[in-house]
């Protein structure tokens, strides 16, 4: 669509020797296509040398500017733009990164092999359009305890979505704008759906949640368009804390960090070095149905490769991955409440749970999300206080404590089988931070508040 052109019409102009088409306007880009040959320069010379095309905001000067670069002498408003592709006698390019709702001047211009001899074409004008995204409301999926996804439908030019800042926020009131709100920055490529993991949210927390963005503009970017509201709540941790009966008063939680359901085998839960806060990410591939462990960049090691002292306890600091994500009064357990819990519970034996796992993956080939149905089988076995309630772990899950001793040896709550597949769990060690081991959060009443 052409919003207009050299002689004001709406019709592509026409001009010999050049065959100029400005087509394919957008908010932010433009296709111009040249056929036939620029006077002078041979095709041989067009081949081996440069062409593009020049461009600038709509002026009185426009022309001139073009003339004085054919000239040699550049000016930086007269904008060059060479990374089209030459096809024969044919020249296309598509400029991103305009100004919405305004005019430009174009030429088409060629250099030959030498770098001497410049020549342009006849100067046509164009309008980009006016940005009016389609914005709708957001789709709140998989809302968990502290985290959940955000999917909304944008209407709008995947070429445009480039240049604008979008994401997704999180208010605690209704009518939330960017100030004042928790953001989450959209980085991926546009395919007409902004699609957003909402981390590190609070729990049992009611949120309104809409789409922001921001487009490029004279003067800089504009100013914050939003989208309608969508309102949800997050589900209460504090349904996942068991209450044991310990002396402590600690409860356990039902499940692993980052996992919100037991019906799951082991290794599909989140596992984590010692003293990090990433999540390895933990995949399925769309067609074998197979679970693969990603590494992920241990953050506390010097230039050299050596750990950082985070001290001789980490449950409920900075570097305790429950604490970080849970927030308020949960922590990952302590050497002591690891020997609490075998001291004061009992086992179960060997129980068996059959069910179906569906897991939504990404598709590289198609490029888009799919959900997968798998056949789950997990042997657990169940953990249970004095007071008759109980918690389940799988076997071979081994669990982080926060507790490291003077050897840099950190202490795990493993849970192995024993002859005849008799449940047990055992308090061990591991020297060095970089085992991929499950965390297990416990809710501690003693701790002081935030």
Request: with cysteine; hydrophobic share 30%.
């Amino acid at each position: 669509m052409l919003s207009s052109c050299g002689d004001g019409s709406s019709d592509p102009v026409i001009e010999e020797p050049d065959a100029i088409i400005a087509g394919n306007i957008s908010t932010t880009f433009f296709t111009a296509t040249v056929t036939g040959s620029f006077s002078g320069i041979s095709k041989y010379d067009l081949a081996l040398g440069k062409s593009g095309i020049l461009y600038c905001e709509k002026s009185d000067n426009a022309e001139n500017m073009f003339k004085q670069w054919k000239e040699g002498n550049d000016n930086p408003e007269c904008k060059v733009f060479d990374k089209g592709k030459m096809n024969s006698d044919s020249y296309s390019g598509t400029i991103g990164g305009l100004i919405p709702d305004t005019e430009y001047m174009f030429c088409l211009f060629s250099i030959d092999k030498d770098n001497k001899k410049r020549e342009i074409s006849a100067v046509h004008t164009f309008r980009t359009l006016t940005f009016e995204p389609g914005i709708e409301a957001v789709k709140m999926d998989s809302i968990h305890y502290v985290d959940a996804l955000a999917k909304v439908r944008l209407t709008m030019d995947a070429k445009d979505a480039e240049y604008c800042e979008i994401g997704v926020l999180l208010s605690e009131t209704a009518d939330g704008k960017t100030d004042g709100s928790i953001l989450f920055p959209y980085s991926d490529k546009f395919k007409g759906t902004v699609r957003v993991e909402l981390k590190y949210i609070k729990s049992n927390q009611e949120y309104y949640c809409r789409l922001y963005m921001r487009y490029p503009t004279k003067n800089g970017m504009s100013d914050w368009i939003y989208g309608p509201e969508t309102s949800f709540t997050t589900k209460d941790l504090m349904d996942t804390a068991i209450d044991l009966g310990l002396p402590s008063g600690i409860r356990w939680a039902g499940f692993s960090l980052g996992d919100y359901d037991f019906a799951s085998t082991f290794d599909k839960s989140p596992l984590f070095y010692w003293g990090s806060s990433q999540e390895m990410v933990i995949y399925i591939d769309a067609k074998t149905a197979k679970y693969e462990i990603t590494d992920v960049r241990y953050e506390h090691v010097d230039a050299q490769g050596n750990y950082l002292d985070l001290g001789n306890e980490i449950s409920g600091t900075e570097y305790d991955a429950a604490h970080q994500r849970y927030g308020g009064k949960w922590r990952m357990p302590t050497k002591a409440d690891l020997e609490e819990l075998i001291e004061n519970c009992t086992l179960s034996s060997k129980k068996t749970l059959y069910h179906k796992h569906y897991h939504y993956v990404y598709n590289y080939q198609d490029n888009a999300y799919r959900q997968v149905e798998t056949d789950d089988v997990v042997d657990y076995f169940e953990v249970t206080g004095s007071n008759g309630n109980n918690i389940r772990f799988r076997f071979y899950e081994s669990i982080w404590s926060g507790t490291c001793d003077e050897g840099n040896a950190i202490y795990i709550l493993y849970c192995r089988p024993e002859e005849g597949f008799r449940p047990s769990i055992k308090l061990e060690s591991v020297v060095g931070r970089r085992g991929r081991y499950c965390i297990r959060p416990v809710w501690d009443p003693n701790m002081p508040d935030e």
